[in-house]
């Protein structure tokens, strides 16, 4: 997984149900700084953020990860 400095996100993963009806999924992490580190931002699956704010600055490293939706 690449950023290249990027300016917004979006997680085209899907959901799944387990056996006791949670939805899951795979979300996105995106941090500020490399290697994880500084602001970070976690989108769900089918989710994105189209422009990042200011304060956030741009994308230089991110992560997937499993996660329990909502």
């Known amino acids: 997984m690449g950023f290249n400095d ?8 899907t959901t799944r149900k387990v056996g006791d009806g ?3 999924g795979r979300c996105v992490t ?3 700084e490399p290697g ?14 189209a422009q990042l704010p200011a ?8 992560r997937f990860h499993n996660c329990r939706q909502p």
Do not use: C, N
Not at 6 to 13: N, R, T
Not at 55 to 62: K, L, N, P, T, V
């Open 6 to 13: 990027g300016a917004s996100v979006w997680d085209g993963a």
């Open 22 to 24: 949670a939805q899951w």
């Open 30 to 32: 995106v941090y500020h």
């Open 36 to 49: 994880y580190e500084g602001r970070s931002l976690t989108v769900l699956p089918g989710r994105g953020i």
């Open 55 to 62: 304060a956030f600055g741009h994308i230089r490293s991110g």
